[in-house]
């Protein structure tokens, strides 16, 4: 037993060394893809329960990867978190994605709002408002996604304190993936966020029972009770849309009205609906 104990420890020891290995060589890649400007940003609408028209947009990073193609996300996000370029890449999103939606509303593209997800790491970092200052947003164009994936502890002011800052530059601040994470209840009434997204994993199987609805209702309740926006992620389905506009969700994202689309993409979404 004993032998076979230390044959997993060698196992496990390689693998974690691979892993080691592997995150140093994807974090001297984004260090390079950040040299060699390879990251873009997509653009998902976000469509009004009321008029079913898009009220904005949130913008969502792609890495056009040199021999890999274009990777999501997932590729590379976590690496960027522990090795510290995500602020960068942050930066890098809502530099481009403020500069699209101003050439956007030079076309006559007018969206309301566009939404950036900054990591919550990155909210207490004074950079962060140096960038929103410098993205010439107007007040209430730009809202700050904020990732409930780290604690939003009552204790802990300092988010807090970030979340203020923010909000003092007019800049809207939404708890995104409400229901999975850490965001409390207790965290909407310190934090008051113009919006909270409910998390797709909630909004998914809504169309399997009484309870999965109803859980979606008391968090539409809250929200209401709080005069907090709620936006439904994970929209794939027309069933899905008639149940949440029955439930009082303010508004939606997701497939069944359009997947992050290239700027020009969304131009061409937005344009063929006659909306602008
Ligand atoms: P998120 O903020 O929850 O973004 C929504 C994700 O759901 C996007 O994945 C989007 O493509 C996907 N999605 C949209 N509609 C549907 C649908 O109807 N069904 C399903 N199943 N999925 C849908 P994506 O683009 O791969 O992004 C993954 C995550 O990466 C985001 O989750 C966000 O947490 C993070 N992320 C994206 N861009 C940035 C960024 O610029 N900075 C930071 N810090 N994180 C980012
Ligand atoms: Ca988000
Ligand atoms: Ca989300
Ligand atoms: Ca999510």
């Not at 990155?122 to 962060?128: E, F, G, Q, S, T």
Request: aromatic letters at 6%.
């Amino acid at each position: 037993a004993k032998r076979m104990g230390r044959n997993q420890f060698v196992i496990f020891d390689a693998t974690l060394r691979n892993i080691a290995i592997t995150n140093k060589k994807v974090a001297d890649e984004l260090l390079a893809a950040l040299e060699d400007d390879q990251f873009e940003v997509f653009y998902q609408p976000q469509i009004s329960a009321r008029t079913l028209e898009i009220q904005g947009v949130e913008a969502l990073v792609r890495w056009r990867h040199p021999t890999r193609g274009q990777l999501a996300p997932s590729h590379f996000i976590g690496t960027a978190e522990t090795t510290g370029s995500i602020a960068r890449i942050d930066a890098v999103v809502l530099k481009k994605a403020s500069a699209q939606f101003q050439a956007w509303r030079q076309d006559g593209i007018a969206l309301p709002h566009i939404s950036v997800n900054i990591s919550a790491q990155r909210l207490i970092d004074p950079a962060l408002l140096q960038s929103i200052a410098e993205s010439q947003l107007d007040p209430g164009q730009l809202c700050i996604e904020l990732l409930e994936s780290i604690s939003f502890d009552d204790q802990d002011t300092s988010l807090e304190t970030a979340v203020s800052a923010i909000k003092s530059l007019g800049v809207d601040v939404e708890i995104d993936d409400f229901g999975t994470g850490y965001a409390s209840i207790l965290s909407l009434l310190s934090l008051s966020p113009k919006r909270l997204k409910i998390d797709r994993q909630l909004v998914l199987p809504i169309t399997t029972g009484q309870s999965q609805r109803r859980l979606v209702a008391s968090i539409v309740e809250i929200g209401k009770a709080l005069g907090i926006e709620v936006i439904a992620e994970g929209v794939e389905t027309a069933e899905h849309v008639r149940i949440l506009r029955e439930l009082g969700v303010d508004s939606f994202q997701g497939y069944f009205f359009a997947p992050p689309l290239s700027g020009n993409a969304l131009e061409s979404f937005v344009r063929e609906r006659g909306w602008f």
